[in-house]
């Protein structure tokens, strides 16, 4: 199983990005799907997450400027940034709990290569 992330780059103060990310593999069942991220220094922190039912939760400092999506039938999570801010800078993971089987034995956390975003003031 892997997470593939894409969609960083560098934009400027109150710009937009899309990041998304794509499970592959053999896996039975996606559940909560994340996405996080990293400053140097810093512990790695939930920017957001959806459930495979839909339920969204955001960090209050990304709340209505960051809006997390999935679509189940193509194993994919996105994160669209609005409103940029320069503390958004960091590295963004994609995260998800994958089952591979039925059971709780079969059920891991995947992560996928990290994903720069850089925002300039």
């Known amino acids: 199983v892997q997470l593939q992330a894409s969609g960083g780059g560098l934009v400027q103060a109150g710009g937009s990005l899309r990041l998304s990310c794509a499970a592959s593999?053999?896996?039975?069942?996606?559940?909560?799907m994340n996405w996080y991220r990293q400053v140097p220094g810093k512990q790695r922190e939930l920017v957001a997450g959806v459930t495979s039912g839909g339920s969204t939760n955001y960090v209050d400092s990304v709340k209505g400027r960051f809006t997390i999506s999935r679509d189940n039938a193509k194993n994919t999570v996105s994160l669209q940034m609005n409103s940029l801010k320069p503390e958004d800078t960091a590295v963004y993971y994609c995260n998800a709990a994958i089952s591979t089987g039925t059971g709780p034995f079969f059920t891991r956390d995947y992560w996928g290569q990290g994903t720069q975003v850089t925002v300039s003031s």
């Open positions: 593999g053999a896996f039975f069942r996606i559940n909560t």
